[in-house]
DNA sequence: ACCGCAATTGTGATCGTTCACAACCCGTAA
DNA sequence: TTACGGGTTGTGAACGATCACAATTGCGGT
């Protein structure tokens, strides 16, 4: 039955339309010099047939390829989605480079990229060989390995470097996440909290030493130390439970915790509340991320918005924007937010001091 | 500084083998007739220059395009998306999809259409004629859109339709919705629960008739009335709450509700806490979708699970298999699994038969 | 009436790959 | 020796669009 209706193609178009393909092709691209009246002929036609033009001719001939490539870390991402954790950056990532792409006539396309040093090459090159990507946006830990770096200034792809502001090539985007967490510690030192504990993320994401920066910041200029308050953590629920404990071991007067990601925050929840403390009664939590998990735990979590969406739209513009120059450095900040719900409050009453 | 390195193609192999373009081809796509000693050598040449076919010349010569096209509801995606709850379907679709889609020289790309009819049309035919896909999967309430599977159809593209069981072109796929539901309920029932509510999603998705239908089959098998025990609902967390008031409401013996997705789930919960019942004691809850969400409410929710990275799985694989063959009408089951959690107990005692 | 220039439209080459088919090689059977 | 045939390799066309450039048109100024 299925007649196998073929292909409408540029050449159909132009046949209709009574002109040339490059006519038609100026009229599809919004080309200049093409007669108003002639435009309009040539756009019934377009839309009579329905013709869209096709993703691979259009690479093939042109210099652009209208794809965006995102990339992201596979050990993490399968790690999270495996034991159903979210997948936080995955699908916010996707849903704002597509919007975004679509409104430019681009798509987006996710790559998952190992992190062991020898694959990473392989792996993107290859992706980049086939799909010969207009732009790239790199997440973090990608976004400050030399490796990948190097390997797209030199094929002379126009990438973003989100979570990274180190010199060097692509366009380097971060969240303010030493703002974000300065708002965060400052927000607890008002409630009245003197020691916070900060369980941070994994040393070779930039961002974890950032926060570590913003929460420093916060105590020393109360004047508030900050020592044997730190706790290392890799994002996951296991390292936030064993994180949460060394500091509440650690630290008997301990009322705040600030942790580096949704995870952690919620193993923190649960520790406090299998040793009789109650959130926030006795302890107050900010989480990073704001993932749809800390919505729906109990008390629901204060925790600091990170707009990735927000982020990886901007990237998609900067990187339509730039056909090739990747020059300017500057920073592109999109700065996060801190979203109060019920996991602070103001610090319970000092024994002395 | 950058060098601009050109990109390297089949002809520079060939040069570089010293053979011709149909050689390297046929090496590249693991062609017979090639002796294995010159294909050693070819081989060696593509390894040495790290060629990668080009996905858009492919697709200007061969039939295929490489590239499977996932389709998810556009309103809801970003509804959901918007207001922070998990984008459920999204990331899982795209992962199971992209792993498997790898694991064949295969890549995935992922378009949200508009419900409405009118756009449909348009904004799948464009994706389709700019993508030109080996395959289409149809999520749920795409699926079964006579609008689309008929251009599809039409088109000559395999397509498989997920959450659908209808007769037609394309493969049907379902996750077992009425088992699903009949189990949930047949457990509840075994714990000794009989008023067992039904919070179904909306009825333009066949499985909220499936799950209504499984429910009410276990309800019958132990000879227990189901009537004035069901609401309907949209999926969303407020028709979750209005949906668990009705049913609350009511029926005063109400002692477990079944909820369609996980947001309804907990907003059930959140209706019983204020209420004063305690989950699971005074009220057993099931839900459906099993989003990382449900593991970190209090209680966790018992939850029905979806296999949408499996299911999307073996459609990415059905699709790579059949080249044009739309022919077996046999539709593919990946049953959901019922995943145990907290917010499932023995009913309270009756104070009456 | 003529020239020049800009705006408009058309032409042929080109991108990187596969397809269909032709050409070649070599061993075996007549 | 010749012819056949299967396995192997090469050749030219084709896919659908854009690019660079050539051809044409129209209009104002002299």
């Known amino acids: 039955m299925a007649r196998m209706r073929k292909t409408v193609t540029i050449r159909d178009v132009a046949e209709d339309a009574g002109v040339s393909l490059q006519t038609v092709s100026r009229v599809v691209n919004g080309g200049p010099n093409v007669r108003p009246q002639l435009r309009d002929t040539v756009q019934a036609a ?137 708002l965060a510690a400052s927000r607890l030192i008002e409630l009245g909290h003197r020691a916070i504990g900060m369980i941070a993320g994994p040393a070779q994401y930039s961002l974890s030493g950032w926060r570590i920066d913003g929460w420093r910041r916060a105590m020393a200029a109360r004047g508030l130390p900050s020592d044997g308050l730190l706790e290392g953590g890799d994002f996951g629920y296991e390292s936030g439970t064993r994180a949460a404990r060394a500091l509440l071991d650690r630290n008997s007067g301990l009322t705040a915790i600030i942790a580096s990601s949704d995870q952690m925050a919620l193993a923190a929840l649960e520790v406090a509340r299998d040793r009789g403390l109650v959130v926030p009664r006795d302890l107050s939590l900010i989480s990073f991320d704001n993932t749809p998990i800390v919505r729906f735990s109990q008390p629901p979590l204060t925790a600091v918005d990170q707009p990735i969406a927000e982020t990886v739209s901007r990237a998609v513009e900067q990187l339509i924007a730039r056909g090739q120059e990747s020059d300017a450095d500057q920073v592109i900040e999109v700065p996060a937010g801190l979203i109060e719900r019920s996991s602070t409050a103001p610090a319970p009453a000092q024994d002395t001091a």
């Open 46 to 182: 377009i839309d009579r047939l329905g013709y869209v033009p096709s993703l691979a001719a259009q690479r093939m001939s042109g210099s652009r390829s209208y794809i965006i490539l995102a990339i992201n870390d596979r050990e993490r991402t399968l790690a999270d989605w495996r034991e159903r954790r979210g997948t936080d950056w995955v699908d916010q990532m996707l849903l704002g480079g597509i919007l975004t792409c679509s409104k430019y006539g681009y798509r987006m396309m996710v790559e998952l990229v190992d992190t062991h040093s020898d694959h990473v090459e392989r792996e993107l090159g290859a992706a980049i060989s086939a799909l010969q990507p207009d732009g790239v946006i790199l997440t973090p830990p990608h976004s400050e390995n030399r490796l990948i770096t190097t390997l797209l200034a030199q094929r002379g792809i126009p990438f973003a470097r989100i979570g990274s502001n180190a010199p060097g090539p692509g366009i380097p985007m971060t969240m303010g996440d030493e703002g974000a967490a300065f």
